[in-house]
């Protein structure tokens, strides 16, 4: 094999745009911004002017065309990369199927006898790295714990979990099924693109949309984290409304690989997912042999601790929507199918208020999991590499001790969350879960069914004490008003 690999020089591009700087910990660059159209090219010359599709290419490479929407999409929600390669995509040999894997799913209907609907809270301590008896890479360590919808329908999404030891050798994964938003929880994963390479530790998210073809290779050794896979759209930044211009999850913090390629005419097998079923083919060459691209179709990463929080200052609380980073619209108007959102640090300043997440039953589902420190609520428990499942409508919130506390503590300036990253899937739908999740796998945790026993309600200690003639006569002059306006009709 005959490698290279050009980057243009940090602080520029093709197109003369701003690139970020290489560093010990990632030693690539990148383009900067959220749904720009980005032109790069890894050889001077080669993106054409004037047209996409020139009669002859530099270099006599391909032009070919990626759409991430239909061709008639409006304006402002079109999506699309026109790449420059040495071959085009097509040159491969037939699809085979590959063996079924019991713990990978798409398909969350009712109908299908793997997705298990309950109404119990549930949580799982961190799920296990695989042995070192076995090599498991980035692929073979996709495991499904819930989703809702299908794919076919591109409505709905599914969340993963990957545990791997192993990076993916000379093969890629292309996704046909939706957008995947990874989240590394222990050890970097250095993701190699059509569009670039893009290296991605915890504490930061990357999309890789629908359709893209990646490898991924560990250098820290092993790789634990998690997928939220979207169906049918694509991760959006939420509206601002009342905050403004500024905060929340910044358009120039976002990161785009810059083009370069690998000369390699070597045998590669390239592994598609569809309906949650896996295909691979062979071809005789690189999967990343893009020389240069143009377009807003992309992979991105984004670092989490940039976030910027915004928060009630006086007193009450506010909604977990003001922590939202990513959203994925439905095709309901104005309901999101999911909402990422992310706790960092922050102060909370509030008076007069219950501070801790406040008792709350939600039409929304909530799946929520830690990238490192701990999580202070106490009706679940939550660490680093596990997980937690509250169902729609069902009530959660703090335990007896958390809420005595809460409630009776001197309420001065506080720090919380430092050194603390977690985070929350806010999914629309009623959500299922996998046998794989519920039974398979060996981190679930036991039910807490005495957690509630101890809880004694606080109005009791003031029966004797209330005036109960007066609400009694209260009561029955609303009554005879309310029966007298009856009669009246």
């Given at each position: 094999m005959v490698a290279a690999e050009s980057i243009p020089p940090a602080g520029a591009t093709a197109s003369g745009g701003f690139t970020?700087?290489?560093?010990?910990?990632?030693?690539?660059?990148?383009?900067?911004?959220?749904?720009?159209?980005?032109?790069?090219?890894?050889?001077?010359?080669?993106?054409?002017?004037?047209?996409?599709?020139?009669?002859?290419?530099?270099?006599?490479?391909?032009?070919?065309?990626?759409?991430?929407?239909p061709f008639v999409s409006p304006r402002a929600s079109l999506l699309n990369v026109w790449f420059y390669r040495i071959q085009p995509s097509v040159a491969h040999k037939p699809f085979r199927r590959l063996p079924c894997s019991p713990d990978l799913e798409a398909v969350f209907t009712p109908s299908n006898p793997i997705a298990v609907f309950t109404p119990q809270d549930l949580g799982?301590?961190?799920f296990p790295l695989p042995s070192d008896a076995e090599e498991v890479d980035f692929v073979a360590g996709l495991k499904t714990i819930a989703g809702h919808g299908d794919?076919?329908?591109?409505?709905?999404?599914?969340?993963?979990?990957?545990?791997?030891?192993?990076?993916?050798?000379?093969?890629?994964?292309?996704?046909?099924?939706?957008?995947?938003?990874?989240?590394?929880?222990?050890?970097?994963?250095?993701?190699?693109?059509?569009?670039?390479?893009?290296m991605v530790a915890p504490g930061e998210l990357v999309v890789i949309q629908a359709g893209m073809k990646f490898t991924v290779r560990l250098p820290d050794g092993v790789g634990r984290g998690y997928i939220q896979e979207v169906y049918g759209s694509h991760y959006e930044l939420p509206e601002l409304g009342p905050v403004g211009s500024n905060g929340m999850a910044?358009?120039?913090?976002?990161?785009?690989?810059?083009?370069?390629?690998?000369?390699?005419?070597?045998?590669?097998?390239?592994?598609?997912k569809l309906v949650g079923q896996l295909f691979a083919y062979e071809q005789a060459h690189t999967p990343f042999d893009v020389v240069a691209w143009h377009g807003n179709y992309t992979p991105y990463k984004y670092a989490l601790e940039r976030f910027i929080n915004s928060a009630t200052v006086d007193r009450d609380q506010s909604d977990p929507s003001i922590y939202c980073v990513l959203t994925a619209k439905s095709k309901i108007p104005g309901v999101s199918t999911s909402d990422f959102l992310i706790f960092t640090p922050k102060w909370q300043v509030t008076r007069n208020t219950f501070r801790p997440p406040y008792y709350h039953r939600n039409v929304a589902t909530e799946l929520m999991g830690m990238v490192y420190g701990t999580w202070g609520g106490s009706g679940t428990s939550l660490e680093p590499g596990g997980l937690t499942?509250?169902?729609?409508?069902?009530?959660?919130?703090?335990?007896?001790?958390?809420?005595?506390?809460?409630?009776?503590t001197d309420l001065?300036?506080?720090?919380?969350?430092?050194?603390?990253?977690?985070?929350m899937m806010h999914i629309s739908a009623h959500v299922s879960l996998t046998k794989y999740a519920l039974e398979r796998c060996s981190n679930l945790q036991p039910l807490h069914d005495t957690m509630?026993?101890?809880?004694?309600?606080?109005?009791?200690?003031?029966?004797?004490?209330?005036?109960?003639?007066?609400?009694?006569?209260?009561?029955?002059s609303l009554t005879a008003k309310t029966n007298g306006h009856v009669k009246g009709l």
């Open positions: 970020s700087r290489p560093t010990a910990a990632d030693p690539y660059a990148y383009q900067v911004g959220f749904g720009n159209r980005f032109a790069t090219e890894a050889l001077p010359g080669v993106l054409p002017i004037g047209c996409n599709t020139p009669q002859r290419c530099k270099y006599d490479l391909t032009s070919e065309q990626l759409n991430g929407t799982w301590d961190k794919p076919t329908l591109k409505e709905g999404l599914a969340v993963h979990v990957y545990l791997a030891n192993a990076s993916m050798k000379k093969t890629a994964f292309c996704n046909n099924d939706g957008d995947m938003l990874i989240l590394p929880q222990e050890g970097r994963l250095d993701i190699q693109t059509e569009f670039g390479k893009l910044q358009p120039r913090d976002f990161e785009v690989p810059v083009a370069s390629f690998d000369l390699d005419q070597s045998a590669w097998t390239i592994v598609v499942y509250e169902p729609s409508y069902m009530p959660h919130g703090e335990s007896y001790s958390r809420w005595k506390e809460a409630t009776s001065a300036p506080q720090r919380v969350g430092e050194d603390s990253m977690a985070f509630w026993d101890d809880f004694q309600p606080g109005f009791l200690n003031h029966v004797d004490s209330i005036a109960w003639e007066d609400v009694g006569a209260a009561v029955a």
